[in-house]
T-cell receptor
Framework: DQQVKQNSPSLSVQEGRISILNCDYTNSMFDYFLWYKKYPAEGPTFLISISSIKDKNEDGRFTVFLNKSAKHLSLHIVPSQPGDSAVYFCAASKAAGNKLTFGGGTRVLVKP | NAGVTQTPKFRVLKTGQSMTLLCAQDMNHEYMYWYRQDPGMGLRLIHYSVGEGTTAKGEVPDGYNVSRLKKQNFLLGLESAAPSQTSVYFC???????????????FGDGTRLSIL
């Protein structure tokens, strides 16, 4: 049973518009969440994170929102750029531990 | 600065053969991890290590063994390869987290392994 789920396997968006990626989790012990970006034939690279004591974290064009009561987080990319085309993974961990549980990924295609 | 380096990048094995995947990191990280990535499954943790000489099981450890004899290296072994182990394998490293903050893991570029 997947504890972290990304229900949209793919997303297509026009350049300059907003990309919204969603992630749901079931384990209430998770309290630190990360997003990773992956290009083909490369390893995942860290994008942005959020701890459970916050409901929003922003870094440039990337913002992550956390709704603990709904066990849901989302990643907003504004504005989307062609270089953002990649697979995005949501990951979760428990406090004081670095073991990550990943979602299945969402493939984003940004059209020029 | 190489970061996390995995060798080999590609390998084809026959069922029953053995092999070792090597991971090396030059960031002096304490923690190292091995994951496998399968379509639609994301990355799943196989084994991990929180320091030289220590290893622990992750989510999918069966059929794999690991060793961390040196801080900078983490080896993943397949003693008797099976077709179900066909996957892309990623190694990662990080430092320990503090309080509610975890240190992001840094990944290698993966090893694509096919078992026939």
């Amino acid at each position: 049973d997947q504890q972290v789920k990304q229900n949209s396997p793919s997303l297509s968006v026009q350049e300059g518009r907003i990309s919204i990626l969603n992630c749901d989790y079931t384990n209430s012990m998770f309290d630190y969440f990360l997003w990773y970006k992956k290009y083909p034939a490369e390893g995942p690279t860290f994008l942005i994170s959020i701890s459970s004591i916050k409901d929003k974290n922003e870094d440039g064009r990337f913002t992550v929102f956390l709704n603990k009561s709904a066990k849901h987080l989302s990643l907003h990319i504004v504005p989307s750029q062609p270089g953002d085309s990649a697979v995005y993974f949501c990951a979760a961990s428990k406090a004081a531990g670095n073991k990550l549980t990943f979602g299945g990924g969402t493939r984003v295609l940004v059209k020029p | 600065n190489a970061g996390v380096t995995q060798t080999p990048k590609f390998r084809v094995l026959k069922t029953g053969q053995s092999m070792t995947l090597l991971c090396a990191q030059d960031m002096n990280h304490e923690y190292m991890y091995w994951y496998r990535q399968d379509p639609g499954m994301g990355l799943r943790l196989i084994h991990y290590s929180v320091g030289e000489g220590t290893t622990a099981k992750g989510e999918v450890p069966d059929g794999y063994n690991v060793s961390r004899l040196k801080k900078q290296n983490f080896l993943l072994g397949l003693e008797s390869a099976a077709p179900s182990q066909t996957s892309v394998y990623f190694c990662a490293s990080s430092n320990p987290g503090t309080g509610l903050s975890n240190q992001p893991q840094h990944f290698g570029d993966g090893t694509r392994l096919s078992i026939l």
